[in-house]
Nanobody, 119 residues
């Protein structure tokens, strides 16, 4: 069984930065695409960013493009989300997820980490 554990959330002022990390344990997620999602109070969970097993520049929601950067370290079984120029509307619980087959549902989810951006 795979476990995903997020860390790095917290409280930051608007314009600040945070770096979220997600560590996978149980087994190596070889070939898995990794993603970040977020859920704000009263809203549905939304896609933020994703990255293929091979790495590369990643895929982003329009709302975070140019401000967030996703990366992964396959040797360490980790994925990160660097968040810059944070806005109050970025406030949400952020979840890490792993997807085995492109286009399918994500197979594994973390428990989430809270990010709060004050104005």
């Amino acid at each position: 069984q795979v476990q995903l554990v997020e860390s790095g959330g917290g409280l930051v002022q608007a314009g600040g930065s945070l770096r979220l990390s997600c560590a996978a344990s149980g087994r190596a997620l070889v070939g898995y695409r990794m993603g970040w999602f977020r859920q704000a109070p009263g809203k549905e969970r939304a896609f933020v960013a994703a990255i293929r097993w091979s790495g590369g520049s990643g895929y982003y929601a329009d709302s975070v493009k140019g401000r967030f950067t996703i990366s992964r370290d396959n040797a360490e079984n980790t994925v990160s989300l660097q968040m810059n120029s944070l806005k109050p509307e970025d406030t949400a619980v952020y979840y890490c997820a792993a997807q085995r087959l492109a286009g399918s549902s994500y197979d594994y989810w973390g428990q989430g980490t809270q990010v709060t951006v004050s104005s």
